[in-house]
DNA sequence: GTCCAGGGAATCA
DNA sequence: TGATTCCATGGA
């Protein structure tokens, strides 16, 4: 059991971090404090007055501190970023006010692959439901304060899994794609060390871009929530309506190309749009 | 019964 | 390139 105590800043809410749709394994214990798996092991998240606390149980070899300050991105400053958004108009503003607490968290790439392969016209609880399945089924247990956690299995342990096998975790028809991809990532058909030494955004891309069930939203989800890609702008039905909602205002979205709202959004935001997207998103989706 | 969910792939013009 | 349709599943 191991701690680690950091002071609260202004840019630093566990209900906004979480409940932003970014990750799918933190779940909420009481008020103000979460339980989450993430690829080192099992962390809890206090948040008192003026403090948080992480209290956890890695998996061996691994620096506490180290993995919660990168983990949750502390050495970023929100508070620069947050001041430049709010200049560009007032619905940055509003949404900005509504999620301060957002950081944008670095996760595990090939967990981020294959979560948001299951995200694919899913909706949150069930695809935490899928993860959980697939966690419990092949992933490593934890034992923490007397209750048992797994860990989300590595890409050897999940290619043991036929298509079948799969399907009965409730992934529907997205069983192929992660059954594929998986399979493409273990016979190392694509290298993902290799993704995350290439510099540009667009490269990056490209590779994800190859694996089954990751397409251009699936591919920026990635990029921005486990590669520090804060130039992507993902889009999805939320992000399409509040675009549409305050700037292009048409009156069937569904009619509003993908194409408009990224070329809208690089403009209005350039090279931090995934910190914008998130704000926006979560200010429109709610809490 | 109908609609929808942090979309992607296949198909066709 | 761009638009349509289908894809399992579960909850509202």
Redesign the pocket.
């Known amino acids: 059991m191991e701690t680690y105590t950091i002071k609260k800043g202004d840019s630093f809410e566990l209900e906004d971090i979480f409940e932003?749709?970014?990750c799918f394994r933190w779940n909420k214990i009481k008020e103000k404090t979460y339980i989450g798996v993430i690829k080192e092991g099992v962390v809890r998240a206090e948040e008192h007055e003026d403090k948080i606390k992480f209290t956890g149980k890695l998996v061996d070899g691994y620096d506490f501190k180290k993995v919660i300050r990168d983990y949750f991105d502390l050495n970023t400053d929100y508070a620069s970023y947050k001041e430049i958004l709010k200049n560009i108009d007032s619905y940055m503003g509003k949404s900005i006010e509504y999620g301060s607490g957002i950081r944008i968290l670095n996760q595990d790439l090939w967990e981020c692959i294959i979560s948001?392969?299951i995200?694919?016209?899913?909706?949150?609880?069930?695809?935490k439901?899928i993860i959980e399945n697939i966690s419990k089924a092949y992933g490593k247990k934890i034992v923490f304060e007397e209750k048992e956690y797994y860990t989300f299995p590595d890409s050897v342990a999940l290619s043991k899994a036929s298509v079948e096998d799969l399907?009965?975790m409730?992934?529907?028809?997205?069983?192929?794609?992660v059954y594929n991809t998986t399979k493409m990532i273990v016979e190392n058909k694509v290298d993902l060390e290799n993704i995350k030494k290439l510099d540009s955004t667009e490269d990056m891309r490209n590779v994800l871009?190859t694996?089954?069930?990751?397409?251009?939203?699936?591919?920026?989800?990635i990029l921005?929530?486990s590669l520090k890609r804060w130039d992507v702008f993902?889009?999805?039905?939320?992000?399409r309506?509040v675009m549409n909602d305050l700037y292009i205002k048409r009156n069937d979205e569904?009619?509003v190309?993908k194409?408009e709202i990224l070329e809208l959004a690089t403009k209005k935001y350039g090279k931090i749009s995934g910190l914008a997207?998130?704000y926006l998103?979560?200010w429109k989706?709610g809490k």
């Open positions: 932003c749709g970014q948001f392969i995200s694919a016209n899913n909706n949150i609880p069930r695809i439901k399907r009965k409730g992934l529907g028809f997205r069983d192929v794609r871009l694996l089954d069930g990751v397409g251009p939203k699936v591919a920026d989800c921005l929530f993902p889009i999805d039905v939320w992000v309506r569904k009619k190309s194409k997207q998130q998103f979560y989706r």
